[in-house]
C-alpha cells in the first residue's frame, strides 16, 4: 500500500534551538520527495522537491535530505524562529506518468515554536 | 505575478444545500488540483484538471464534482452538502501534467456545513 507516515506527530521547541522532522514512505514507483510548510488557515507552501539521484537539498534554514534506498527522509530546521511555527507536510510522487493525481501526502506534524 | 486565488474564502451552508468554489491558477499554468483538508485525514485529492479536461479522480462519491474552463480557470461543486464535508478546500496549479512539475497552493475556501 502506498502510504507517507510522518513523525513526530507534533513537536514543541524554543526558539533559535535546532530540530528534524521525519518522513518514511512505502511509495512505489518514486518519482520524487516534496516538502511543504503550511501556516495555519493558509495553503501549502513548498519548500524543497527531490528526486531519486538527490540526496540533499537547502532552502534558507531549511535543509531535506533523502535516502531513496531506505526509503525514508528528514527535514531539518536551523536555528529556530517564531515564524516556523506551522504545519511540515511531507509528499511523495508516484512515478506513473503525468498526473498530480498521484501525489500522496502525509498527515503533517505541527511544529511550534516558543520564545 | 499573483499568486493563485480562491473565492469565497469563507462559506456557510446548511445540509442539503449546494455550493461551487473557484479558482484562478497561476497566469500561464494549465493544471488545476482540488484537495480536501480536514485535521482528521491531512490533505485528500479530489480531482485534477488540464486542458479542460479531468485528468484523474480521488476516491470521493459523486456528489463532488468539478470543470475547467478555457482560461484555465477551475470550479468545482458538491451537492447535497452533509455535515462531514465541512472543511478546507485548497486548489493548486502548475504549469504542466508532469509529476516533476512544482505545485502552488491558494489560500484555500473554508466551508462550514450546518
Known amino acids: 500500500k502506498n502510504q507517507v507516515e510522518q513523525s513526530p506527530q507534533s513537536l514543541i521547541i524554543l526558539e533559535g534551538k535546532n530540530c528534524t522532522l521525519q518522513c518514511n514512505y512505502t511509495v512505489s514507483p518514486f518519482s520524487n520527495l516534496r516538502w511543504y510548510k503550511q501556516d495555519t488557515g493558509r495553503g501549502p507552501v513548498s519548500l524543497t522537491i527531490?528526486?531519486?539521484?538527490?540526496n540533499t537539498k537547502s532552502n534558507g534554514r531549511y535543509t531535506a535530505t533523502l535516502d531513496a534506498d531506505t526509503k525514508q527522509s528528514s527535514l531539518h530546521i536551523t536555528a529556530s524562529q517564531l515564524s516556523d511555527s506551522a504545519s511540515y507536510i511531507c509528499?511523495?510522487?508516484?512515478?506513473?506518468?503525468?498526473?498530480?493525481?498521484?501525489?500522496?501526502f502525509g498527515k503533517g506534524t505541527k511544529l511550534s515554536v516558543k520564545p | 505575478k499573483a499568486g493563485v486565488t480562491q473565492t469565497p474564502r469563507y462559506l456557510i451552508k446548511t445540509r442539503g444545500q449546494q455550493v461551487t468554489l473557484s479558482c484562478s491558477p497561476i497566469?500561464?499554468?494549465?493544471?488545476v488540483s482540488w484537495y480536501q483538508q480536514t485535521p482528521g485525514q491531512g490533505l485528500q485529492f479530489l480531482f485534477e484538471?488540464?486542458?479542460?479536461?479531468?485528468?484523474n479522480k480521488g476516491n470521493f462519491p459523486g456528489r463532488f464534482s468539478g470543470r475547467q474552463f478555457s482560461n484555465s480557470r477551475s470550479e468545482m461543486n458538491v451537492s447535497t452538502l452533509e455535515l462531514g464535508d465541512s472543511a478546507l478546500y485548497l486548489c493548486a496549479s502548475s504549469l504542466r501534467l508532469a509529476d516533476n512539475n512544482e505545485q502552488f497552493f491558494g489560500p484555500g475556501t473554508r466551508l462550514t456545513v450546518l
Open positions: 497566469s500561464g499554468h494549465r493544471s
Open positions: 509528499v511523495v510522487t508516484r512515478h506513473l506518468g503525468g498526473s498530480q493525481g498521484n501525489l500522496i
Open positions: 527531490m528526486t531519486f539521484s538527490e
Open positions: 484538471y488540464f486542458s479542460e479536461t479531468q485528468r
